[in-house]
């Protein structure tokens, strides 16, 4: 096997791996997408008493098995990406990483440390669920919106934290100890609690004047949830119109409205199409 | 009475019992209506200590008479319903017959099983209650509504869980035991508790780092509900546009954007109207 | 005073009373509001203990002025009521006599009935809260879009009972009397809590399948709530445009799209204007 | 120093305090943002017993030079203002006082008065979290829609606040003082906790009645919260169409539908631009 089988052989990895639009893409995916959910489901299982007693060993021997998996596929998205330092330093490189890690350190650290330390590292293995972000694609849509209205998600995040250290302070003084206000930093948890309507019970106000502020404070957080939904809706209105209509660059991410477009407006690269004689036609996308 | 007769009086039973735009349509409707309502109150009541005590022969009566008038529907559906494997098979189809076993079942079992055994099988009679989707005309469009909005509800729950999933084994590696965070799904379950604004209280964080978490999770649901409102008043507005001007054929379930179409433009059927000279007319539509 | 003179009044106090555009009219609707306001403030405060025992007789004094005031804005809303049996059985109508009754008739059985009766009969003069809604305006607006979206309300509210039906009945088989679901009626009152995101936290799931179950309930819960809210946006969104530009006649309720109509289109009353000048030109609106 | 030197140091002074569109202006903003951030987060912690005893010393000492620091913009504030009487009255000249009188005061009636009006006047210095408010630049388009809203809030408010007192008052009367229903005013705010979802769960309803009401009222807030989301996303789409696109004159707040404008077209004076050319250009806008 010479060096271009070994190049042909990354490039058709390479679709496998980072391509969504071929079967054995899909495959490759739906595939992934089971064994991070089993796996996620383990560390979870794992965490309750009397299954860890009954089934510890079959849940170890899973999750190196799990681990390995996750190695093989980190190497393989390594070997193949096209620029690899972009890949091992984005989120999904260090979520990746994130995943397989504990496993490995636990092994090494286990004699010498205590076991908090251990049970600490082994539930990081629970940062795995974030590799399925990958496969929302729809998420991607969400994020932007979110991102376009971030000035008034800040605005609107202020107002409620101003909102929640007044009334915090203002009930600490009014409550006092007795009720569960025993410092500012509590009534502001208190406040919190209250604005989200929420509402533990946990703390809650007994003096009249108390009751009275809280009713105010919940109203007022009920009026206030408006904004959010008014803010997101907007921007769900705006992003649906012009992002429906986007095509975009696999190499660069520039995006152009001409749905047509064969060829990236900005670097050159060919567009992806879903059709299966493009890809047989010898032009993989620089995906990666 | 002819085969002919049966024939002509099966066509009518149909449009008494599948169709709604007919007076005696209309009134078997109501009357269906008010019957299963009074059934699921009556499984409802006995499951009182006092009133199952007080009235336990009536109510055990009052079931077997909703039993019958059900069975009697069911065979009558079968039997007059154009396409039989269709109906029996369709959602509408078991919730009929949901609705009438397990009274039967239990007659049988009831000697030979353990308490428990028939108090599961008569308490199945509560979904009897689905029977009343049929009548809410106006589901249909929020289903569809809903099913269109389908991959941003996956988007949306997967966040949800996402969150849950990590915030749940932080919260459970801060808070421990001593808490109520006794394993990760108990601590998930407290993280979607708190996500969805309800705080139930059973399980509160004490720890002052995880308050902190808490009121961060509780600020991220505080906004995330306005995602959900967003995708429906979206769906809702567009919805409204296309599913308001539209009419449906009864046979193939074509439906026309012309108002005033006469004849189905798929299957050429009669369109069903609300004039009652149309039904006597001897056009009935293939219902069922 | 003959009997034209009588007339004279009647006429000149309708306009203060039912009318809002006159100064006078509007001095009396803030002085009736504040009266409404303070005796339901004083109601309030009589069933503190501490309040009824320090300042009783001064409350007792204050109930007996508003009552006599309420009875004379009663009687004087009789006598100069156009419609006088429309008036008497309407909202308001009823509302008003609701507003007096109790007074005399807890003078009247005090001493032959037992004290409970006595306070069952003195709470409903808080009923009298319900005068204040004549003084919001822009309530109608509120009223019509809800109206408008009544059978879309009617099946989101039959979808909320039938899935608190449903689960309160598998809760009450999954968790049992130790957790608190001691009937069915009892676990429905439970899922509606959890469903409606209130979450009291005094009956609570305890088993992981019951928790299992209640989470899926409250991100469900979570997301129904996103209907509700698509449904009264879009309403206002119609309702606005539509119900913002028309003139309501004062005499037979007609709506007219056209502002600047001076004689209502169906009765040919003349419109109620908001100008001083037309006032003193005497002519009358027909209000009542 | 001759005056006409001070004149101008006034000016480049007001520059920087008041303006947020020059490079000095804006580091002064910032600058001032973490001295805000910093020194209310110190008034927090110091009601914390464990971080009072151990860094108390060093508290104190922060709390005087973020004293001194805000004495000192206070008073640079009051001496650059163009309408220094306008300033003073005004919402944040009342906030920038607010937030330095208490240290002082403290100071001087510290000897002569009980501990607790001590506590009670430094808790005031919590409200400098307000001087945050005149950075937030969107707040300014939020504040409009809400005013604009005004009165379908009243509406709203009035209709929450009539729902509350009459459902309080009912459940005063079937639950009584065993559940916790004391007294009306303690009825209402557990009727106001359940409306908005809040749910603390310290008063439940025990009786069968009380359940049943309990869970209408549950299933109207649940509804009700849908209308303030409809309004303010009403406002907002609306807000956003209208507010956008305007310029507004620093010196008599008229604003300009024309974007390219160079000089208010009301009082004439130059419009501000974030350009540095036009600052050394010497027209200072008359801010303040």
Redesign the interface.
Known sequence: MDRHDIEKLRVKLRWIIFGVNTPSGRLFDVALLWAILIS?FC???E???WIRSAYGQALRSAEWAFTILFTIEYGLRIWTANRRKVYVTSFFGIVDLVAILPTYVVELVAGSHSLSVV??VR?IR??R??K??RH?K??HQ?LRALQASR??????????L?LA??TG?VM??LEGEEAGF?????S??WA???????????I?PRT?LG??V??CL??L???I?????????????RG?VVVAKRLRCARCGHQSTDRRARFCSRCGARMERRSRSRRLAGTPPHLG
Chains 1, 2, 3, 4 share one sequence.
């Open positions: 996620v560390v979870v299982l965490s309750v008493t049970r600490g539930l629970v940062f669920v974030l399925l972000v929302l729809e998420a969400l000035p008034k998600i800040v605005v609107f995040l202020s107002a409620v101003t250290v007044i302070t600490y003084e025993t410092s500012i930093p509590t502001v948890y919190i609690v209250t604005l989200t309507t929420v509402g533990y019970g946990d809650a009249a009751q009275f809280s009713a919940m109203v957080g009920y009026a949830i408006a904004v959010p939904t008014g803010i997101v809706s907007m921007e769900f209105t649906r």
